[in-house]
């Protein structure tokens, strides 16, 4: 097969799994109101609520009757979100019970990201060369797995290569357990050209492969999904929170990103702290050693991205592989 022939068969496949997210919502939503027959009207309530402000912001003429209808929505839906929530708990359903439950929660199954032009997303692009790994025309490509590490590549002096095998193991061994791994984080530090982008690349493909949903971003696009989530001016973005919510986030070159104020470390704050309540997985790949990080991010970011209660951190050392 060609690569657009790959390309199409995964969209048809896209297609079908966001139907099957779709029909597994609905069953979900017709299951709860059998537990909790209320939770229909409520959910009745709701649209008529919405339907009613909306008719009312656009046949009101004077802006102050606009957003009083607005917030008066706003007040009604979350007493209504309430009740429903309360429901949930008392029939044993958990919280999003109703809501869409998406393989990718970054681009919501759909495997496009990003507005015009629209780019394929991570978790797409790996099932795309997963894809033509497997039916063999990628043979012979520098192919970013497991499957593709070469020891004789590495210089033996200095414990070389004894350092990066051992940072493969473990970080295979991270990969294959996922997600009852020993220790919930990843931390690869070390200068660039030693082989933590592949190590992580290589993590990302398999958990992908194993079927897990997984979210891989530079860090440079994470400062871009935070910056957006910070203008607020495009309610339709929800990056930053699939950020939050995905199973397992792996954050490449950690320390590119811009330094804005009022953003990044107060974002990157967030970040890792919710993730870290939800007790959610993360690897992140950096070229800052542990002190750097702290200067740069401060003691609370820190803290929580060096937890060795929760995180195994790898230091690669050696020469500059990309030169050898
Ligand atoms: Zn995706």
Do not use: W
């Not at 495009?234 to 199973?247: K, N, R």
């Not at 003691?299 to 929580?304: F, K, N, Q």
Request: with cysteine; aromatic share 6%; net charge neutral.
């Amino acid at each position: 097969m060609t690569r657009s022939e790959h390309i199409r068969a995964l969209l048809a496949e896209y297609a079908a799994q966001r139907s099957a997210d779709e029909a597994d919502q609905a069953a979900r939503i017709q299951r709860a109101c059998e537990m909790a027959p209320e939770i229909a009207d409520l959910r009745r309530q709701s649209t008529e609520t919405a339907l009613g402000a909306m008719r009312a912001i656009l046949t009101e003429t004077s802006p102050q009757k606009r957003t009083e209808a607005a917030l008066a929505m706003k007040a009604r839906g979350k007493a209504i979100n309430a009740r429903i929530r309360a429901l949930l708990a008392q029939s044993g359903l958990p919280e999003d019970a109703l809501e869409m439950r998406y393989r990718c929660p970054l681009c919501k199954d759909t495997g496009y990201v990003g507005d015009a032009p629209a780019r394929f997303c991570d978790c797409f692009e790996a099932r795309l060369r997963l894809r033509q790994y497997e039916d063999g025309s990628m043979a012979g490509l520098d192919e970013q797995n497991f499957d593709r590490f070469d020891e004789s590549r590495i210089p033996e002096a200095d414990g070389q290569r004894d350092r990066l095998v051992k940072a493969r193991n473990l970080c295979r061994q991270y990969a294959d357990s996922f997600p009852d791994t020993e220790y919930r984080n990843l931390l690869l530090t070390g200068e660039g050209g030693l082989g933590k982008t592949f190590l992580l690349n290589c993590v990302f493909e398999r958990v992908c492969a194993r079927g897990f949903s997984a979210v891989r971003i530079t860090a440079f696009r994470m400062f871009e999904a935070m910056r957006r989530q910070h203008m607020g001016n495009d309610p339709q973005y929800e990056g930053f929170s699939a950020l939050i919510d995905v199973p397992l986030l792996l954050i490449d070159d950690l320390g590119a990103e811009p330094m804005m104020r009022n953003i990044t470390v107060e974002y990157l704050f967030t970040l890792f702290n919710e993730r870290t309540a939800a007790k959610r997985h993360t690897v992140v790949a950096t070229n800052l050693t542990p002190v750097q990080l702290k200067e740069r991010y401060g003691e609370r970011v820190a803290s929580r991205l060096l937890d060795r209660n929760a995180c195994a951190a790898v230091q690669l050392k050696g020469k500059d592989l990309r030169s050898l």
